[in-house]
């Protein structure tokens, strides 16, 4: 079974294509196009320039997905497209006129490819991002006739963590999700497949976002998560002299906050005024190792209290190999299998959505009536 994922709800725009046989599968192409360094000036995702970046970049990606497939077919001769599919299809991508024009003539010159599923990011994310995606799959899965598969980013990073090798792996239930990333920090419980319990959040800001805004604080640009944990393991000693605090580490509940950090970085760097690489490093060492303690802490009570034996790690900051070592140790002392993605899918990408929504499609869990986006999805939706 072919499946085509569509991913562009934030600043990379992804597209993959998996042929799955059971939960064997096979890679027949991933495109990804990253934002990174146009973001780079604003220190941070500008939605409108992501936007601007994932129309421009969309149909090519698709062009050379359906190709490095060999989904790409020319027509014998070209054909006409019926008036009522055009104008369907003119509504669907009346807010993309560029790629309207560019659908129009894929459907000329080429058959429709041979795929079985169309998975598509819906949300959580950037509204506007997350129209170019939505809109253009929505287009195609009608002008090819391949059902639809609205799909949630954030359960997209959790089966980017159960891929391993060339297989999905699905935890035995209850398993427990801690995802972490740019735009969310949550502990998530899942008591059969698609069914999910949020049991904590952020009342504040993400993980990612903790890491994003101390680095700029000392000169690291967006986003900085990736800096900071070098220059945390350039730091050789066992210890610091820098404290930072550890927001709730002792609330009774399942919640975090981490904009205190920021605002406690912000005094350090404020205080200190020079700013040596050493100071960096010790602060960057000090901030890792008070964001991993406070994770640490409440997932390992939740484990305990739920009575979990399979935890899944998911989310851009899950490329944080002191989050990664400390997660490996604590499922070790638990006895809880620990579902880490590989580092090349912790990121945003289109393969995880092609997996999430593949499962989905096969447990006949989605809603293809689904026409909009949604920026504030949850998994709970
Ligand atoms: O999942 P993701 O790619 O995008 C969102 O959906 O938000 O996560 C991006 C976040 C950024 O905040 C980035 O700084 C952080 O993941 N990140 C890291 C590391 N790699 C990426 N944070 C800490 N250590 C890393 N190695
Ligand atoms: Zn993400």
Redesign the pocket.
């Known amino acids: 079974m072919k499946i085509l994922g569509i991913e562009t709800?934030?600043d990379?725009t992804a597209l993959a294509v998996l042929d799955f046989g059971g939960n064997n599968f096979e890679i027949l192409s991933e495109q990804l196009n990253s934002q990174i360094d146009i973001h780079k000036e604003y220190g941070g995702v500008y939605p409108a320039v992501a936007k601007r970046e994932h129309t421009k970049n969309i149909y090519p990606l698709l062009i050379a997905a359906l190709e490095e497939s060999q989904l790409l077919i020319e027509r014998e001769e070209e054909v006409e497209m019926s008036a009522d599919m055009r104008e369907h299809i003119s509504q669907l991508l009346e807010r993309d006129s560029d790629n309207l024009e560019r659908i129009l003539d894929f459907y000329t010159k080429y058959k429709n490819p041979e795929l079985d599923v169309i998975a598509v990011t819906y949300g959580p994310?950037l509204e506007i991002a997350l129209w170019t995606g939505f809109n253009m799959a929505r287009a195609i899965s009608y002008m090819w006739n391949t059902p639809l598969v609205p799909t949630n980013?954030m359960e997209g990073?959790i089966y980017a963590s159960l891929m391993q090798e060339n297989k999905l792996v699905i935890p035995d239930f209850p398993f427990l999700s801690l995802l972490i990333?740019?735009?969310?920090t949550e502990l998530v419980l899942a008591d059969s497949e698609h069914e999910y319990k949020k049991i904590g959040a952020t009342l504040d800001d993400?993980?990612?976002?903790a890491?994003?805004k101390s680095?700029r604080l000392i000169g690291i640009p967006y986003?900085?998560?990736?800096m900071?944990?070098k220059l945390a393991e350039q730091w050789n000693e066992t210890g610091t002299s820098i404290e930072l605090p550890r927001p709730m580490l002792h609330s009774k509940d399942y919640n975090f906050s981490f904009s205190g950090l920021k605002t406690a970085v912000l005094q350090k760097v404020e205080k200190e005024g020079e700013l040596t690489d050493q100071f960096k490093q010790e602060l960057s060492y000090e901030l890792e190792k008070a964001i991993a303690e406070v994770l640490i802490k409440k997932t390992s009570d939740a484990i305990t209290e739920h009575g979990i034996s399979s935890l899944v790690l998911g989310?851009?900051?899950s490329?944080?190999?002191n989050?990664r070592s400390k997660f490996t140790q604590l499922c070790e002392q638990e006895h809880v299998e620990l579902f880490l993605p590989n580092k090349r899918y912790?990121?945003?990408n289109a393969v995880m959505i092609a997996l999430a929504g593949y499962r989905r499609f096969v447990n006949k869990k989605y809603d293809p009536a689904i026409d909009r986006t949604k920026g504030n999805l949850s998994l709970e939706d």
């Open positions: 709800s934030c990379e994310g980013h990073h990333s740019g735009g969310h993400a993980v990612g976002e890491y994003d680095a986003p900085g998560g990736p900071i944990s989310g851009g900051v490329a944080n190999n989050i912790t990121g945003d």
